[in-house]
Structure formats: structure tokens, C-alpha cells
């Protein structure tokens, strides 16, 4: 299974910027779809932003506009560009995958990151 590693969180202004990192310890060219989540305190879990292998991409409404989700395959890695963050956006954000072996799903979890967004 591969094993996912968050990186790049941080605490920032309302207004600031930052970069989230997720290293897969393998190839993410056979993943059939990335994703960044995030929970906040209270809150469930939700889809904040998600790649497929293909590089077609979607975002959740509250977050479209503003974060551009990403992917380096020669780097393993996909990226989270946040941008005009918000308070609202403070959460812990954590990387997943989807994939497919021989018939059986995978879906690894990061450890995930924290992104505190200060007014």
C-alpha cells in the first residue's frame, strides 16, 4: 500500500498563501485519484480538492477560485496551492488516494497537516 506523508501546513493571516505537499513513497502515476480533505474542529471531514491520474480536477465550492490542486509525478507528489485563505480554512488537511491492484481498492490516508488562518 502506498504510504502518504502531508507537509507545507502552517499558521497564516486571512489573505496569506500556502502550499501543502503530499509524498507518496511510490508511484503516483497508477493512482487513479488523488485528493486533498480537511476537518475542522466539530466538523466532518470533507472533499476539499481531488486529481486523477488523467489530470482532470475538481474543488469544493468554497475553496474554488482560490486553491489549485496538482500533481508531479516524476516527484510523486501532489501539491495544494491555497491562496486569499480564510479563518475558515483552518483545518487539518490530509492527503488520500485511490487505486486499483489486481481487483482490490486501496485508499491510504496522510497523517495530515494543520493550516491555522488568523484574522
Known amino acids: 500500500q502506498v504510504q502518504l506523508v502531508e507537509s507545507g501546513g502552517g499558521s497564516v493571516q486571512a489573505g496569506g498563501s500556502l502550499r501543502l505537499s503530499c509524498a507518496a513513497s511510490?508511484?503516483?502515476?497508477?493512482?487513479?485519484?488523488m485528493a486533498w480533505y480537511r476537518q475542522a474542529p466539530g466538523k466532518q471531514r470533507e472533499l476539499v480538492a481531488a486529481?486523477?491520474?488523467?489530470?482532470?480536477?475538481n474543488y469544493a465550492d468554497s475553496v474554488k477560485g482560490r486553491f489549485t490542486v496538482s500533481r508531479d509525478n516524476a516527484k510523486n507528489t501532489v501539491y495544494l496551492q491555497m491562496n486569499s485563505l480564510e479563518p475558515e480554512d483552518t483545518a487539518v488537511y490530509y492527503c488520500?488516494?485511490?487505486?486499483?491492484?489486481?481487483?482490490?481498492?486501496?485508499?491510504?490516508w496522510g497523517q495530515g497537516t494543520q493550516v491555522t488562518v488568523s484574522s
Open positions: 486529481i486523477t491520474s488523467g489530470g482532470n480536477t
Open positions: 511510490g508511484s503516483i502515476a497508477s493512482i487513479d485519484r
Open positions: 488520500n488516494a485511490f487505486y486499483v491492484r489486481r481487483g482490490v481498492s486501496f485508499n491510504p
